[in-house]
């Protein structure tokens, strides 16, 4: 079974200050993906980024980069010139490549970041 | 506009009573995924279903039964016999299972009186 680890409960960070989530993961697959959620006060899940395992270039979606770790199992999320709309659980999430059955993400417990004025 | 639906936001239900979460996707997905949250924890997978007429049970089915009749429908009944069902419930869609991103609705929080 896959786990997932987020060792930071809670972070915060000064408006325009960058800041960095860890995660780390257990599996024995060799293709898979990561994904970074967040959840903000309105409990909406929001995909921020995704990563393919068979790609060694890291993802990076405007302001938001990861640095991607095969071989030590860790997936990081940057977040640049950090804005107040940033403010959200933050959580890191696993998937098994599976072309004929249900694939499920393994969700870490979740970064709680806060961004300052 | 294209989403993912959960009808209501909030519920409460008695203890003994069962309760039907509604969830509804105009994406044209063909999967789709039922996850509960507790407090200060990840979400974790109940039910989920890859094409209509045919659903499997995730890591913590017990006390839960879906249906899967229409592809944009996919109903969560929260029974009786689920133990602690006060939780937020998230619905969630896919392009086709395997690899493909899931897109979350906005929830349901249940509350058991």
């Known amino acids: 079974a896959q786990t997932v680890t987020q060792s930071q409960p809670e972070m915060s960070v000064q408006e325009a200050e960058t800041v960095t989530l860890s995660c780390t993961y257990d599996?024995?697959?060799?293709?898979?993906?990561l994904f970074w959620y967040k959840q903000p006060p309105s409990r909406q899940m929001i995909l921020v980024i995704r990563?393919?395992?068979?790609?060694?270039q890291n993802a990076t979606e405007n302001r938001f980069s990861v640095n991607f770790q095969k071989a030590a199992k860790s997936f990081s999320l940057k977040i640049s010139d950090s804005q107040l709309g940033d403010t959200a659980m933050y959580f890191c999430?696993?998937?098994?490549?599976?072309?004929?059955?249900?694939?499920?993400?393994?969700f870490g417990e979740g970064t709680q970041l806060t961004v300052n004025p | 506009d294209g989403g993912i639906t959960q009808s209501p936001k909030y519920l409460f239900r008695k203890e003994g009573q069962n309760v039907t979460l509604s969830c509804e996707q105009n994406?044209?997905?063909?999967?789709m995924y039922w996850y509960r949250q507790d407090p200060g924890q990840g979400l974790r997978l109940i039910y989920y279903?890859?094409?209509?007429?045919?659903?499997q049970k995730g890591d913590i089915a017990e006390g839960y039964s879906v249906s899967r009749e229409k592809k944009e429908s996919f109903p969560l009944t929260v029974t009786s016999a689920q133990k602690n069902p006060t939780a937020f419930y998230l619905c969630?869609?896919?392009?086709?299972?395997?690899?493909?991103?899931?897109?979350f609705g906005p929830g349901t929080r249940l509350t058991v009186l």
């Open positions: 969630a869609s896919s392009i086709r299972s395997g690899i493909d991103t899931q897109y």
């Open positions: 599996t024995s697959e060799n293709n898979y993906y």
């Open positions: 990563q393919e395992a068979y790609k060694q």
């Open positions: 999430a696993f998937m098994r490549e599976q072309e004929t059955s249900g694939s499920r993400l393994t």
């Open positions: 994406l044209n997905h063909d999967a």
């Open positions: 279903s890859q094409i209509v007429n045919d659903f």
